[in-house]
Nanobody
Framework: QVQLVESGGGLVQPGGSLRLSCAAS????????IGWFRQAPGKEREGVSC????????YYADSVKGRFTISRDNVKNTVYLQMNSLKPEDTAVYYC???????????????WGRGTQVTVSS
């Protein structure tokens, strides 16, 4: 059974850094793409970043480009999201999702974690 467990969220000050982890089970990272999404209160869920299962290509939303980095550890079967230079507008629940790349890019992934809260505030 495909399962995703996020961790690493918390409270950080503006300009700080945080690393989120997504531990995957039931599949390997060369089978399904993994993406990170976020949802702030009262707003639609938006894609943040993803890493392709086929060739490791990475994708980033314009709002996080240059600040966030997605990576994967195939031995640990874990995907990470390193978040630097955090801004208050980054505050959201961050979700890990997996499925074929096309579903990640279209925000229709079939499998989702429960999310981890990231709060950026002084």
């Amino acid at each position: 059974q495909v399962q995703l467990v996020e961790s690493g969220g918390g409270l950080v000050q503006p300009g700080g850094s945080l690393r989120l982890s997504c531990a995957a089970s039931g599949f390997t990272l060369d089978y399904y793409t993994i993406g990170w999404f976020r949802q702030a209160p009262g707003k639609e869920r938006e894609g943040v970043s993803c890493i392709s299962s086929s060739d490791g290509s990475t994708y980033y939303a314009d709002s996080v480009k240059g600040r966030f980095t997605i990576s994967r550890d195939n031995v640990k079967n874990t995907v990470y999201l390193q978040m630097n230079s955090l801004k208050p507008e980054d505050t959201a629940v961050y979700y890990c999702a997996t499925g074929p790349l096309r579903t990640i890019l279209s925000n229709t992934a079939p499998y989702w974690g429960r999310g981890t809260q990231v709060t950026v505030s002084s």
